[in-house]
T-cell receptor
């Protein structure tokens, strides 16, 4: 199993450009989410999904778009990049908490994507 | 607003010392995660617990539901334990209800 694969690892954008951060998991997890990590702050939730076709906003959704057409993939789109979106982005997946003996709710993270917007 | 507070923010220890990192949260939760973020940036899950105590190698995590408090202990600390340790409280069953602490940066000196 590859776990959670996140690409690209590094990206530099100019203000106004758009891009997509890719996230894929091969563990058949229902839950997937995107976080951003900024200095001095905890991880903050951008968007999340509880299954294919279902997405919802987190704490800091503005400027980002997501879709979940398959269980495996959960891309994050920056529509028009701004310097305030300079951050490290993490994708995570998990199974539901306690829904079965095998669903531990353990979080699996991608390696992170460092995005700089000039 | 649900909050997760960690202490200390920074911790320096000598190799071999016993280390405790604390996490407190504001309201009832369904579970709490302890995560480790390596200097290279990757995040791995150490524990997920909803009650009692869990142990894995030199790491021990405890949670007191009534006191809304969890601790992560590292016995016989080693320089390779140097990392940022993050607790995250799960309010309800969805990932949308996961609140993260700001992390505790641990440095273990040889």
């Amino acid at each position: 199993n590859a776990g959670v694969t996140q690409t690209p690892k590094f990206q530099v954008l100019k203000t106004g450009q758009s891009m997509t951060l890719q996230c894929a998991q091969d563990m058949n997890h229902e839950y997937m989410s995107w976080y951003r990590q900024d200095p001095g702050m905890g991880l903050r939730l951008i968007h999340y999904s509880v299954g294919a076709g279902i997405t919802d906003q987190g704490e800091v959704p503005n400027g980002y778009n997501v879709s979940r057409s398959t269980t495996e993939d959960f891309p994050l789109r920056l529509l028009s990049a701004a310097p305030s979106q300079t951050s490290v982005y993490f994708c995570a997946s998990s199974s539901p908490l306690f829904s079965s003996a095998f669903d531990t709710g353990e979080l699996f993270f991608g390696e992170g994507s460092r995005l700089t917007v000039l | 607003k649900n909050e997760v507070e960690q202490s200390p923010q920074n911790l320096t220890a000598q190799e071999g010392e016993f280390i405790t990192i604390n996490c407190s949260y504001s309201v009832g939760i369904s579970a709490l995660h302890w995560l480790q973020q390596h200097p290279g940036g990757g995040i791995v899950s150490l524990f997920m617990l909803s009650s009692g105590k869990k142990k894995h190698g030199r790491l021990i995590a405890t949670i007191n539901i009534q006191e809304k408090h969890s601790s992560l202990h590292i016995t016989a600390s080693h320089p390779r334990d140097s990392a940022v340790y993050i607790c995250a409280a799960h309010y309800g069953g969805s990932q949308g209800n996961l609140i993260f602490g700001k992390g505790t940066k641990l440095s273990v000196k040889p």
